[in-house]
Every structure is written in structure tokens, then in C-alpha cells.
């Protein structure tokens, strides 16, 4: 006996996953954003840029995930 349905479940599933990618996307572009002035010679700016941006493609690619799965891409 299931507590939901397997349509329920899916779109559980796929609402999850896609406010967290979305959520992440976007803390990790405020966050690139914010290191834009600062000093570009610094190693750990430089650390920090390419972990924001590795952030937003996960993030990309977990929406692009959720997109596929429901059929919209």
C-alpha cells in the first residue's frame, strides 16, 4: 500500500530537485557577483570564482535534469 501515488511522488521529486538546483544557481551567482571587485591577482579569489561557477553548473545542470525529465526540453 503507497502513502502517494507514483505521479505524486515524481512531482515531489522533481519540485525538490528543482528548488534546490534553482537555489543553488542563484547563491552561487549572487556570490560570483560579489567577488567581481575584487583582486583577480588573489589565489584564493581565483579559488572562489571557479567554485561559483562550478556551483551554477551544477545547478544548470540539475534544472536541465528536472526540464528533461517532465518533457519540457
Known amino acids: 500500500m503507497n502513502v502517494i501515488s507514483d505521479t505524486q511522488f515524481e512531482w515531489f521529486l522533481t519540485l525538490a530537485v528543482g528548488l534546490l538546483a534553482g537555489v543553488w544557481l542563484v547563491y552561487d ?6 567577488t567581481a571587485g575584487a583582486d583577480g591577482q588573489d589565489p ?13 553548473v551544477i545547478g544548470v545542470i540539475g534544472l536541465v535534469g ?4 517532465r518533457g519540457m526540453l
Open 66 to 69: 528536472v526540464l528533461r525529465f
Open 44 to 56: 584564493v579569489i581565483r579559488d572562489k570564482r571557479f567554485g561559483y561557477v562550478i556551483g551554477m
Open 29 to 34: 551567482a549572487i556570490n560570483l557577483i560579489r
